[in-house]
């Protein structure tokens, strides 16, 4: 029997970068907050200081910062005619627990999408005309336009680091010219950059490209945040994803608004404490609260006004449909929400072997890179090419770490005296250009409840069924394809192009840039929030993070997820507070 | 040499793990007149002592295989020298080896090679499981002799069929007998996997001793502050490599 606790105005089904956000600024318009996380308390000085955070195998290998599957894991399978099997230990992507959640162990690349990407599916009728039946993207019934204030707020939150390209229309030279239009600049320079994107940037206006030094999360000099929280300047370590950062450089909950939050008497947050169920009234249409477990299975219920979903995707989906909310997407008819529109991101790269320069790759930042966006989104002529949307490239200096970083040219055997000279010879001097590619929903890819596999709590586990499809074979091939002809630019000894082929896999890593299972949009018989992120069924449960993405850019999501979140904060404040209910009338 | 490397049928895993713990052994010792370590090596404490998980025979089948991953040669020292076997004995004796953090519920099925890892074997379990079939399988192929025994040709011919999948363990999972090669959860690209793990990790694991492993490719290890030398574009930086307990510079010598 669950231990009833009294009623607060508002709710965090997990506590990172959106439920800080949220609790920040819901805290200061006077409410009553708290905030449930089921992993335990993080900060930099005690978890992840500079005497131990630069350890490969504890960090990356050993996953001492993500989610362990012997508590939660998901089911996977490549179609619906296959059996889901568990994933038992992470791979492809890396979701966190613990307060901060991935917010903690991300790289800090903090993108803008482009204008386009916000009516894609109206973008592209309209350019190329009918898309394929089985596609079933859409647009989100948010725009560029109305999102601005808000991408620019959550970089000021976080310091990024980075050079316009547009601002108000106009072009600015040595940032990204393909952007929307800016307000103002980033609130920081940009990173001092290293020598392998400084190559590849040459190469990439060789060329004929435009190069320019990516949005970073990482600090380029000392920055104090709008909420007064300072940050560090980054080092250049080399170890950001997969790791916190011991230095308070890299923007995450606990380096930007913790210290603000965790001291306002109107906030609380109770770690330990996993979210079990969406509680619902009788009528179906309002959320009551929650209920949680703590680690000694105590059970309580959390009376609450507003239910924000602040979970990583996975959990906030498998939470709706453990719940009962929303109706479940079933593939064989194309109807229900909850679990369709599941995408995530298309990846492929070149090593380019330089042979006598020495790049030193370990002088590293998560986001140091050089990128070109000329053929992201529909910056480039699609007319013949099979496919739509498209992706970034980029050469980074995230990190040297050897276990996972050590390049050795194609057909090199995988041990051995060859394979150890290999290594010795190209370490130093290997660049990797990056392709980042978008992934379009599809009506075969989504998210629903496994019918035999059970968590810790024995519930069921959530069930993925994903592939890549022709639209994200043909990108990233095209993609693949200009990474080689700027590598070729570099002038290297030799390249070796790594094209992404076969069934997507949950064994390498890839991103943890899952998206979907509760898409945003303007019609309810295909979202299953409006654009303010609310629920159109149950008005007082809103759903944030890459969660609402109906399909997902060429681009890492966390700016968006920012912009997003502001954006709906700033309509909840001044609409929803004072008339509680739809925000958006149909 | 037998496509098929019988496997007598003891290997359901509840009879594996009782196995491993079974075996495991630690062996008792006095330790005194000074810490168990050599000051000034650079490497760690938890480098020295008795096995903690290996027996002294799987020990020596894997120092004899680690060494053919990555050998001694002209380049330096390889695997073994640099402590791999205490470094997989430590992992395979701790929480990653019974696998604690990895959901290990059934129903238990094949899957397909996009689905991962799906034995029913912990690392440890798969380790024990795989180095008897494996020995008993160079008796019978190479006139009673083991792995570690072999000469080094006969031990690459024996670590390329695992590679490319030619013969098949049984009870270690389904993929080891696909033809393709290494697949995700074969032994051999565990094996691969964590012998990388032991050259290139932190020296307070207990494999790359004396930082070994980072000497060979120039990687500075846990330094924590580069910005004197992110605009040294091209040059090869003087900076010796330290571990997150220092290095060997910073401690005193013997006397």
């Known amino acids: 029997m ?66 362990e599957p012997a508590h939660q894991t998901l089911t996977f399978r490549n179609d619906s005619s296959q059996t889901a099997l568990p994933l038992r230990h992470l791979g492809s992507f890396l979701p966190a627990s613990g307060v901060g959640g991935a917010g903690v162990h991300w790289n800090g690349q903090t993108w803008r999408f482009l204008p386009s990407d916000f009516v894609l599916r109206s973008h592209n009728e309209q350019r190329y005309g009918a898309l394929s039946q089985d596609m079933t993207v859409q647009d989100w019934g948010v725009t560029y336009d109305e999102l601005e204030p808000f991408y620019d707020k959550f970089e000021y939150l976080c310091g990024i680091s980075g050079k316009a390209g547009n601002l108000r229309g106009a072009r600015q030279d040595g940032g990204n010219p393909f952007e929307g239009p800016r307000a103002r600049d980033f609130p920081n320079p940009p990173l001092e950059m290293a020598y392998g994107p400084t190559l590849f940037g040459q190469a990439a206006r060789d060329t004929g490209h435009t190069p320019f030094p990516c949005p970073a999360a990482n600090m380029s000099r000392a920055y104090t945040n709008p909420l007064g929280v300072m940050l560090a300047p980054c080092t250049y370590c080399g170890f950001c ?28 947050l109770r770690t330990e404490s996993e979210v079990v169920r969406i509680n619902m009234d009788s009528s179906g249409k309002r959320a009551t609260g929650v209920t949680y477990v703590d680690t000694q299975g105590n059970e309580f219920e959390q009376p609450a006004e507003m239910v924000f979903l602040c979970a990583y995707i996975l959990h906030n989906v498998h939470l709706l449909l453990l ?33 006598d320069r020495i790049l030193n790759p370990f002088v590293g930042a998560g986001a140091l890179g050089v990128g070109i966006d000329d053929y992201n989104g529909d910056n ?19 990190n040297g770490r050897p276990i996972e970083y050590h390049p050795v040219p194609k057909d090199t055997p995988k041990w051995g005296s060859k394979f150890k000279k290999a290594m010795a010879e190209n370490y130093l001097t290997t660049a990797t250009i990056s392709t980042h590619g978008a992934v379009m929903a599809n009506r075969g890819n989504f998210l629903d409840l496994d019918p035999t ?55 390498p890593y890839q991103t943890t840039h899952n998206t979907g299972g509760a898409a945003m949009g303007s019609d309810p018989k295909t979202s ?31 700016g968006t997820i920012g912009a997003l979140t502001y954006f709906a904060l700033d309509a909840i404040k001044k609409q929803y507070l004072k008339n509680p209910g739809p925000l958006v009338q149909l | 040499m037998p496509d098929t490397l019988q496997r007598r049928a003891v290997l359901l895993a509840g009879v594996s793990l009782l196995a491993v713990n079974a075996v495991t052994r630690s062996q008792a010792r006095t330790i005194a007149g000074g810490v168990p370590w050599t000051p000034g090596a650079g490497d760690a404490p938890t480098a020295e002592g008795s096995l903690k998980f290996f027996t002294p025979d799987e020990a020596a089948f894997i120092d004899a295989a680690v060494a053919r991953l990555i050998p001694a040669d002209d380049l330096g020292p390889g695997a073994k020298e640099a402590g791999v076997t205490t470094f997989l004995d430590r992992q395979l004796a701790g929480p990653y080896g019974h696998a604690e953090t990895w959901y290990m519920g059934g129903p238990w099925h094949d899957g397909t090679r996009s689905q991962g890892y799906q034995s029913r074997l912990t690392p440890a379990a798969l380790y024990r499981t795989a180095i008897k079939a494996i020995d008993d ?46 697949k995700a959860d074969s032994f051999f690209s565990v094996l691969l996997q964590n012998t990388l793990e032991g050259f290139f990790s932190d020296p307070i694991y207990g494999g790359n001793r004396d930082m070994i492993g980072w000497k060979l490719i120039g990687f500075p290890g846990a330094h924590y502050d580069y910005r004197p030398y992110v605009g040294q574009h091209g040059k090869k930086l003087p900076i010796e490599p330290v571990g997150l307990r220092g290095r060997p510079g910073w401690m005193p010598n013997q006397s």
């Open chain 1, 380 to 398: 480039f002529d699609h007319t013949g090419l099979g496919f739509i949307a498209g992706g970034y490239l980029a050469c980074w200096n995230t």
């Open chain 1, 453 to 507: 596999y059970r968590d810790a709590r024995g519930r069921p586990l959530l069930r993925m069924t994903f592939d890549f499809h022709d639209n994200e074979h043909r990108m990233s091939d095209y993609l693949t394809d200009r990474a080689v002809d700027i590598a070729r630019a570099m002038k290297p000894r030799e390249i070796h192009a790594k094209k992404r082929t076969g069934h997507y896999s949950v064994v």
């Open chain 1, 528 to 558: 299953f929030v409006n654009k303010y992120l609310q629920s159109w069924d149950v008005p007082n449960l809103f759903v944030t993070g890459s969660t609402v993405f109906p399909q997902n850019a060429g681009y890492n999501p966390t």
């Open chain 2, 137 to 182: 399988h160079c008796r019978q192929a190479f006139g009673g002799k083991t792995f570690s025994t072999l000469s080094p040709d006969q031990q690459d011919s024996v670590l390329t069929d695992l590679e490319k999948g030619k013969f098949k363990i049984e009870g270690i999972g389904p993929h080891a007998v696909e033809i393709e090669g290494a």
């Open chain 1, 241 to 268: 994803e997969k790791f916190g950062c011991g230095n308070n450089s890299k923007s995450s909950p606990q380096t930007t608004i913790l210290p603000v939050l965790m001291r306002r008497d109107n906030f609380e």
């Open chain 1, 323 to 355: 719940s009962g909310i929303g109706l479940p997407y079933d593939p064989r008819t194309g109807e229900g929400i909850v679990g369709r529109n599941y995408a995530y991101q298309v990846v492929s790269s070149v090593d380019v072997f330089l042979g």
């Open chain 1, 2 to 67: 669950a231990k009833k606790l009294p009623a607060v105005d508002v709710v965090l089904v997990g506590f990172g970068w959106t439920g800080a956000m949220i609790g920040e600024e819901l805290t200061a318009a006077g409410l009553r907050t708290v905030a449930l996380e089921r992993g335990g308390w993080r900060d930099t000085s005690t978890d992840f200081a500079v005497t131990f955070a630069q350890d490969e195998l504890r960090y990356m290998w050993r996953g001492h910062l993500f989610q």
